[in-house]
């Protein structure tokens, strides 16, 4: 593969203890000779904003309650996000709301695309052993379509 | 017959938190409570495992308070290995922990509460949230954010990871202090005392403005209860020291060593949540408050200039002990005060130079630990056999044991908001609020992306007549 034209930070989300939430994790493991900067968060929000510094494009994956079939894999731009309501607790600070933040505050560390990977999850409440088979699945495709954004510098 | 309003922020996980609030044929409040449905089988993983790891795996519970598990794990080793740490590794463990307290309590403060008490109770939801406040407030954002970042900067250069540390261990600490880090770590001190001439006047002025706006916060949202903090040299601490319980007037009622909290602490179930009730026992069972605004009143004396200043304003305003459950908000503040100054105190100590790390083997036995958790009291408690591997884990989370008083919390907020009225917004934003105040870490590891909607049956009689969603 060869670099990317454009600076890109993939930022990758999740516990790597909770069953579908370790999904970030196992794709940050897969991800780590991808000619980007790549970042882990345990929780993703508001602790993003301090890591960017100034990079065109930033690629967030996660996984995602949509509603749609387990393993699903939704590529957004920023923008189509749903917004989160708001929050009973620190856990609770969604995407779209951290990179609102971002441009009020910081707009000249703000990457001009900013596109979620997410990988639908059903399992939330268990331990890493109980992944869903699906999304286990969907591991190896969600890393192809990370380094097929990277190839076109960032576009989806 | 009964009606039950329901209100069920279901986060992002389904059935993973809803309120209820039963209202009884007058209209009148029966009951109130949050309904948890926690993460299974943490406690079951660690089985089996190598105790040493414990202050690693432990803090990848929680993405929130990772360095409370990681030091409360590091103490519970030291226990069951029966060496006494050195008090170098002491001070640089609880300079970790301050920088994690900064960050913890910068991050609660603004953005969490900070909606609330910038748009008010009653405003607009589609304002009254976090990206509202920034743009209320781009300035005093920036400040929180940066004093937030500086918390995780003296987290991470202690602790060798910023969101899960790795550097405190059995014995001691790994990391090693030099003249260039002590420099660096100097300039950020310097730098968040620097902020807080402008940051604490900017948040009591918004709680006092919230109070003015909803003088219930004031009358009725009161909770007096037991408390529980941790005490060391006549002063509130949060790695070490012994535990002390008062009773609603604050008279001390006892104080015991952390080996001990299983012979006062019982949980007992309750048939509408998977999360255990955890009452003080002593002369029958007490519900009792955990987190900052227990610590300071159980114990009303930091050791240091600023935050025992501001304490004395706390106490003038929201009495000693304090029962308002908005206070809670001004005692994170004046907790920060204190994180900054004795990190300070700690970085400047000559002791901070010594041996940090005594070696250590595992009899078979009992390993006892905890921290003062950002949201209050974390137990770790850990079976060991011979050979150094876990067989049993028992952890006791500062919201379970803050559970009763937040239901207490959300019937208040119920009474005084719900009960009686029409307006729909008011009510989520009450109970919301009365929640937040304790920042539950519902099950500290849930935070996919997605749509949260909030909702609220209400149903009389087994039969739903209404439904209040949040989205619509």
Known sequence: ?156 | MKKTIRIDPVTRIEGHAKVFINLNDDGSLDNAGLVVNELRGFEKILIGMEADRMPHITARICGVCPTAHHIAASNALDYAAGVTTPPAAMLLRELMYMGHIIHSHSLSIFVLQGPDLVMGLDADPAVRNVVGIVQANPELAKIALRLRTIGQKINEMVGGRGTHPVTSVAGGITFVLDQEKKKIIQEWIDEARALLPTVVPAVKGLLLKALDLHPAMLNDWVAPSWGLGTVLNDRVSLIEGKLRAIDETGATMLEFNVDEYDKYLVESVVDWSYMKKVHFKLDGLHEYRVGPMARMNAMRRFGTEMADAEYAEFAKLGGSPCHLTVFQTYAKLVETIWAIERADEIINDPAVWGETRVPVTFKSGRGVGHSEAPRGTLIHDYEIDEKGIIRAANLIVATQQNYAIINRSVEQAAQSHVIGKTDDAALLNAVEFSIRCYDPCLSCATHAVGRMPLEIAITCGGTTVKTINRNN
């Not at chain 1, 897969?30 to 790549?38: G, H």
């Not at chain 1, 996000?81 to 933040?101: F, K, W, Y």
């Not at chain 1, 560390?109 to 999850?121: D, S």
């Not at chain 1, 286990?136 to 380094?147: F, H, L, R």
């Open chain 1, 1 to 156: 593969m060869s670099a990317p034209d454009r600076r890109t930070i993939i930022v990758c989300i999740g516990n790597e203890l909770i069953a579908d939430d370790a999904v970030g994790f196992e794709i940050f493991n897969r991800l780590v000779d991808c000619p980007a900067r790549l970042e882990f968060c345990g929780v993703g929000g508001i602790d993003m904003l301090p890591l960017l510094e100034g990079e065109t494009d930033m690629i967030v994956v996660d996984a995602v309650q949509f509603g749609a079939e387990p393993g699903t894999i939704h590529v957004l731009p920023w923008e189509s996000l749903p917004h989160s309501s708001s929050a009973i607790s620190a856990h609770g600070l969604g995407l779209r709301e951290t990179i609102e933040i971002g441009t009020i505050l910081y707009p000249e560390k703000m990457p001009q695309r900013v596109t979620l990977v997410g990988i639908e999850g059903r399992c939330f409440n268990r331990t890493r052993d109980y992944m869903t088979a699906e999304v286990q699945d969907a591991i190896e495709p969600a890393v192809s379509t990370i380094e097929n954004i990277l190839q076109q510098g960032g576009t989806i």
